[in-house]
């Protein structure tokens, strides 16, 4: 059996160094590997949920048939599509009504009161949007690899290359169809930012309705690099909470892209509440020198798969201390900049071996000192013990001040 602790690490200036407050953690029972973990940030009073503690954050499930009703609707996009979240705070009465419209039978009222009463009342809706060849590519893999509870879209400008994809047909969206007429940005990060805009109205319908969107590509090109902040940022103009996972162009690759890529993440930060910026240079120490240069990019694709999957799957499937959407929101929401760490080991020792390789995972650009908040995913079979389960200071000093299990 293999235990796998996956923690993510928040770095900022704006705590003294050496100060890490775990903010959240759970534990899965199965025989799956190398699950990635959910991330940080908590500043000032933004707050966490555990057994017989009140969050400081509404702690509550997502309605995304929920219109406005809520006198915070100027100050929260998120409030202007969960009114739910207003009735939980206190605001107005104990029942709140939300009216849609319904094709057969015009106007129709449906309750908030009897919150058990909805059945997909506990299912936030997550997209996973890939933009450009390398985003298309990352949603392929995680195709492939059987990922549930998510919605998979692709996003491009090159026709050719979205019919090779297994995504249904309804979910590839061409951009730019009058910009590009289906033959692709042509590495031109303008292109696929004018392409995003033109079709912007397109792509707030395809994020219509989401509680939490990934947006995932390769940094360096035209369509992901330009255009996935564009599409980003509908999505946080949405009131959705936004999640971007890319990576950066191998060294041979060339300056051009690396410096495309760069200005690329510069404008995705944004216009994302969390960004994880994965350089593809780093995934060199951990392959042979004999490596493909299509193996590299295919663990490139894979590790993008590894962090959208770890992430979702805290939100999407049950573990044995459970974490809801409305806890991962209260971390992630206007996060910033986060970093991944990916750990994983057998034998007696497992727990803390993994524990170890997760915090010198080399995705890490930087070191764990810096992170104001770390939130992990310990993933092993039906022998794993609580002691296993527990996460020892020791490994990062005095980093870890004290710790928080998201329950309901």
């Not at 419209?101 to 908030?112: C, H, I, N």
């Not at 392929?140 to 549930?148: F, G, T, V, Y």
């Not at 590839?172 to 990060?189: D, H, K, S, V, Y």
């Not at 690099?225 to 996972?245: C, D, E, H, Y």
Request: with cysteine; hydrophobic share 40%.
């Amino acid at each position: 059996m293999v235990a796998a602790i996956s923690p993510y690490f928040t770095p900022s200036d704006a705590r003294p160094m050496g100060v890490l407050n775990v903010l959240g953690g759970r534990v899965s029972m199965d025989n799956l590997l190398g699950r990635v973990g959910c991330l940080k940030m908590c500043d000032g009073k933004i707050g966490c949920s555990s057994a017989g503690q009140r969050s400081t954050m509404p702690h509550c499930r997502c309605s995304a048939n929920s219109q406005s009703v809520s006198p915070y609707q100027n100050k929260d996009p998120f409030l202007n599509m969960h009114p739910e979240v207003s009735m939980l705070r206190g605001e107005g009465n104990n029942t709140v009504t939300n009216p849609r419209k319904d094709s057969s039978s015009g106007s129709v009222t449906e309750s908030l009161g009897d919150m058990s009463s909805s059945s997909n009342y506990n299912e936030a809706k997550i997209k996973v949007i890939g933009v450009g060849g390398g985003g298309s590519n990352a949603v392929n893999r995680m195709i492939e690899s059987a990922m549930k509870g998510v919605e998979f879209w692709i996003v491009n400008t090159d026709v050719q290359a979205m019919k090779m994809s297994p995504v249904f047909p309804e979910h590839r969206l061409q951009i730019g169809q009058e910009l590009t007429r289906g033959l692709g940005a042509g590495g031109n990060p303008e292109i696929g930012m004018n392409a995003a805009k033109e079709s912007k109205e397109s792509i707030e319908e395809a994020l219509y309705g989401s509680d939490m969107v990934f947006v995932t590509a390769g940094m360096g090109g035209g369509t992901g690099t330009g255009g996935a902040p564009v599409i980003a940022g509908v999505a946080k103009s949405l009131g959705i909470l936004t999640v971007g996972i890319v990576t950066t162009p191998f060294s041979f690759e060339g300056r051009r892209r690396a410096v495309q890529a760069q200005e690329g993440i510069a404008a995705l930060r944004e216009n994302v509440d969390t960004l994880i910026v994965i350089p593809n240079d780093k995934l060199l120490t951990a392959v042979s020198q004999s490596t493909p240069v299509t193996e590299a990019f295919n663990l490139a694709d894979d590790i993008l798969r590894q962090g959208v999957r770890g992430i979702s799957d805290i939100i999407t499937i049950p573990g044995l201390v459970n974490v809801d959407f409305a806890d991962v929101r209260a971390i992630m929401a206007n996060a910033g900049s986060s970093l991944m760490g990916i750990g994983t080991a057998t034998g007696k020792t497992r727990a803390r071996d993994a524990a170890l390789n997760a915090i010198q995972s080399p995705l890490l650009d930087l070191g764990i000192e810096r992170a104001t908040g770390i939130v992990w995913n310990i993933t092993g079979g039906s022998d794993l013990t609580l002691f296993e389960v527990m996460i020892d200071p020791s490994l990062s000093g005095q980093a870890i001040k004290q710790g928080h299990v998201f329950t309901d």
